[in-house]
């Protein structure tokens, strides 16, 4: 099913989390998408994102009006220097949703696929459990930092996401390649001077949630699509 929103993109807004660290630095939870892009449009406070490539480490300064962007690949990392809240557009709406990404745990938890899932799993109290899992994946990440080992990391989050390969399949088709394809028959229905779809113009409207989420780097509002009936609820909730 195509989201209500351009493109088949994914929004949410999110509230970074004031927690400090073990480095004393406030914020998120290092994580890495393998196919999905996504950008950050700052509309309040101040802090950076910190990034790790294969090109190295970097710390991007966030300032209201700022649009950040990064592509799959990039490990990162946001930092609240006060109050910090964001926009976040994810490309392949309800693909994130289904486990497109990877905590930067420590080796061995990542090496074992149910330690994995019980620290990224969120249970019984979830900010108690959001605050461990970041916890968990600062040390990992910060180890990335200091001794590398990109490139392992980056074999390690094949291993643990490649049963999932074929259920995103589905859902990219269903979602941003389905919304592609209808720009696609437009232009042709356009250029054989059918103006049929015009007449099917239509708004829509979603609400923002009620009640946060403790995502991966904050407190997080997404608004999602309506549900498919067809489609079985996620079994994995990773922002």
Not at 17 to 28: M, Q, V
Not at 46 to 55: D, I, N, R
Not at 198 to 211: I, M, N, T, Y
């Amino acid at each position: 099913m195509v989201t209500p929103l351009p493109g088949g993109v994914g929004l949410s807004d999110l509230t970074v989390y004031e927690w400090e660290g073990a480095d004393g630095l406030c914020g998120g939870t290092p994580h890495m998408h393998l196919v999905c892009s996504e950008a950050y449009v700052v509309i309040g406070g101040a802090g950076s994102v910190q990034t790790l490539t294969t090109s190295g480490f970097a710390d991007t300064p966030l300032r209201p009006g700022d649009v950040v962007g990064f592509t799959p690949g990039t490990i990162h990392r946001l930092v609240n220097a006060g109050d910090l809240r964001l926009v976040v557009l994810m490309q392949n709406s309800g693909l994130p949703e289904a486990g497109d990404a990877v905590f930067t745990f420590p080796a061995p938890v990542l090496a074992d696929l149910d330690a994995y899932r019980r620290a990224a799993v969120l249970s019984g109290d979830h900010a108690a459990a959001a605050r461990r899992r970041r916890d968990l994946a600062l040390e990992g990440f910060l180890a990335l930092c200091r001794d590398g080992g990109l490139r392992e990391f980056h074999a390690a989050a094949h291993r643990l996401k490649s049963a999932l390969l074929d259920a995103w399949d589905v859902r990219w088709r269903d979602g941003a390649l389905a919304a592609a394809h209808e720009t696609g028959r437009q232009l042709e229905r356009l250029k054989a001077g059918d103006l049929s779809h015009l007449d099917q113009g239509a708004v829509s409207r979603l609400d923002r949630p009620k009640v946060p989420l403790f995502g991966m780097c904050g407190r997080l509002h997404p608004y999602t699509a309506p549900a498919d009936p067809h489609r079985p609820p996620l079994k994995e909730r990773i922002r």
